[in-house]
């Protein structure tokens, strides 16, 4: 997990949670857990080859049985990706799900932001 930070004020804030992402070896769901441990991520990182796909809050699932881990549904990814008029297939050729801090602390419930902060 990568976590790209922007400033305000002088000060580092997490806005950015990368996940990396192989069709090939994934399931129908993709487990996110926030304590897990994470690098920082620039904008130097964002290159012509950084191949990813923004996720919102209506593609990911709480975890009913751990707080502070969430699910991304590839289904729902699909199915969303289908109502943009984007062929699902795109899925297969991407490395990385972006995802806002904000969408997975309202889904959570919690403060993501501690966890990344030093």
Known sequence: MKIFYEEI???LN???MIIPFSA???THRVQVDVEASFEQ???DDF???FKALTITQGEMLRDH???TTFLIDIKLVEQ???KQEIYPELIYEIDYFVMLIDDVEELLQMDVRRFYLE
Do not use: A, I, V
């Open 9 to 11: 004020d002088g000060m």
């Open 14 to 16: 997490p806005k950015l």
């Open 24 to 26: 090939e070896t994934q």
């Open 41 to 43: 991520m620039y904008s």
């Open 47 to 49: 290159h012509d080859d």
């Open 65 to 67: 049985f751990k707080e």
């Open 80 to 82: 969303s990706l289908l």
